[in-house]
């Protein structure tokens, strides 16, 4: 599995594995400040239909 990583030059945070049931996003986010991040992108991985 991917890890999340962190581009401190860049500010942005990649998650490639997000899971909202019952769909898997790979999310990317821009870090504000402190702990605050916006949402750049959200690209749906899979989709889980059980």
């Known amino acids: 599995m991917a890890e999340d990583t ?3 030059t860049t ?3 990649h998650m490639p594995s997000v ?3 019952p769909t898997c996003y790979q999310v990317t986010m821009q870090h504000l400040s ?3 991040f916006g949402i750049t992108s959200a690209e749906i991985k899979q989709v889980n239909m059980t």
Do not use: I, R
């Open 34 to 36: 402190d702990l605050k």
């Open 11 to 13: 500010g942005e945070l």
């Open 19 to 21: 899971a909202v049931d």
């Open 6 to 8: 962190f581009d401190l």
